[in-house]
């Protein structure tokens, strides 16, 4: 932690540019290969939960370190759509991640409260028509028509999951809240201007 405090803010920012790329790919094809070896509904709720999780951790960081107001905004009570909502409003989520979570949360839905719903159902397929830049790497369709879909709802989970992680990583090596927050902000803006890595 020594190295860090001694950097400048610049230097933090030019470290994080660098080092983001092979954090994030080397996350992101963990949550690919984990995720498509389950079943589609597994994938989906797993996917979800792991995006919840990291998304109240994500947000824990942007807060000020009272129990108190960390309780009141990632408690259990609080919705992924709330956590969402929440992530955008401080600005350390951009629209595009913002409404490719909200897609998430759709589908998510979809799956946890229907006893019958697959990736070839109308509804779902056209939840998942958006996420076509997220394709796994070297994706080449299976036989059944709902391994597209599939594939691209694991390609969003693992953008954002990945994406979440290696922020959450590398915003702890900044020193204090204000710097967190810019460095979250930061991200966040790169993403909306860049677009997705």
Do not use: C
């Amino acid at each position: 932690m020594d190295q860090y405090e001694k950097m400048s803010d610049d230097e933090i920012h030019q470290m994080v540019a660098d080092e983001f790329g092979e954090d994030f790919r080397r996350e992101a094809d963990e949550v690919n290969k984990e995720l498509l070896s389950e079943s589609p509904r597994a994938s989906v709720l797993v996917g979800a939960a792991w995006l919840d999780q990291y998304l109240a951790e994500f947000l824990a960081l942007a807060l000020p370190q009272d129990g108190r107001i960390v309780e009141v905004f990632l408690s259990p009570v609080r919705s992924l759509a709330h956590r969402i909502e929440t992530a955008h409003k401080l600005g350390i989520i951009g629209s595009t991640e913002k409404d490719l979570m909200h897609a998430v949360k759709e589908i998510r839905n979809k799956f946890a409260h229907r006893t019958s719903v697959s990736f070839q159902d109308r509804d779902v397929v056209e939840l998942t028509s958006n996420l076509t830049p997220f394709l796994p790497p070297n994706y080449t369709p299976g036989p059944t028509p709902g391994d597209l879909p599939h594939a691209k709802y694991v390609g969003a989970i693992s953008y954002l999951v990945a994406s979440l992680h290696t922020r959450i990583k590398h915003a702890n090596l900044v020193r204090g809240l204000d710097m967190q927050l810019d460095y979250l902000r930061f991200v966040a803006a790169r993403v909306d201007e860049e677009g997705i890595p």
